[in-house]
T-cell receptor, first 110, second 115 residues
Framework: SQELEQSPQSLIVQEGKNLTINCTSS?????LYWYKQKYGEGLIFLMM?????EEKSHEKITAKLDEKKQQSSLHITASQPSHAGIYLC??????????FGAGTTVTVRA | GAVVSQHPSRVICKSGTSVKIECRSL??????MFWYRQFPKQSLMLMAT?????????EQGVEKDKFLINHASLTLSTLTVTSAHPEDSSFYIC???????????FGSGTRLTVV
């Protein structure tokens, strides 16, 4: 089965500072998804990466997929309170089932 | 677009009763839906894959008779927790693939509390 390890498990960042979350797979990543979740709520889609070396950005969030390292990173620039939440990386199993990492809890302090 | 509506958002039931959770795709047809369970401060655990018109595929360790899944139409999948017990209390989320292979969309989740 796909094993996804996220790091760090949690982080606290001062508002305006940058942060990076990593997601490492035990198997080759053919597709990687990033979601954000508020505790007790549904998942909000952030990015989908499918090709090695692919990089996508939306507003202040950038995600990269490095297939050689079987790793993806999510970078938030100039963090804001709205960036607080749980960030989950997910990868497809057998091409259609999503398996998730344990999540990274982000706290942004004013 | 590609919205999945999940109901109810919260439900409290007594031990021994059954609870049905619905997941509807509002603006697309979902031939495949997925049901996840999430414990506090943990990640999502895939329970089963719901296929329209056929039997659901359950992940290892998930009781088929406890968690009944029905996918009778291209826009509706239901999860019924039968003979619920306090240990079934959890957060349940459904998901659907967005055709054609543009990712996955998730419902808003259902908080089930069994008392």
């Amino acid at each position: 089965s796909q094993e996804l390890e996220q790091s760090p498990q949690s982080l606290i960042v001062q508002e305006g500072k940058n942060l990076t979350i990593n997601c490492t797979s035990s198997k080759t990543l053919y597709g990687l998804y990033w979601y954000k979740q508020k505790y007790g709520e549904g998942l909000i889609f952030l990015m989908m990466l499918q090709k090695g070396g692919e990089e996508k950005s939306h507003e202040k969030i950038t995600a990269k997929l490095d297939e050689k390292k079987q790793q993806s990173s999510l970078h938030i620039t100039a963090s804001q309170p709205s960036h607080a939440g749980i960030y989950l990386c997910g990868a497809g199993i057998n091409d259609y089932k999503l398996s998730f990492g344990a999540g990274t809890t982000v706290t942004v302090r004013a | 677009g590609a919205v999945v509506s999940q109901h109810p958002s919260r439900v409290i039931c007594k031990s021994g009763t059954s609870v049905k959770i619905e997941c509807r795709s509002l603006d697309f047809q979902a031939t495949t839906m997925f049901w996840y369970r999430q414990f506090p401060k943990q990640s999502l655990m895939l329970m089963a894959t719901s296929n329209e018109g056929s039997k659901a595929t359950y992940e290892q360790g998930v009781e088929k008779d406890k968690f009944l899944i029905n996918h009778a139409s291209l826009t509706l999948s239901t999860l019924t927790v039968t003979s619920a017990h306090p240990e079934d209390s959890s957060f349940y989320i459904c998901s659907a693939r967005i055709p054609p292979n543009y990712g996955y969309t998730f419902g808003s989740g259902t908080r089930l509390t069994v008392v």
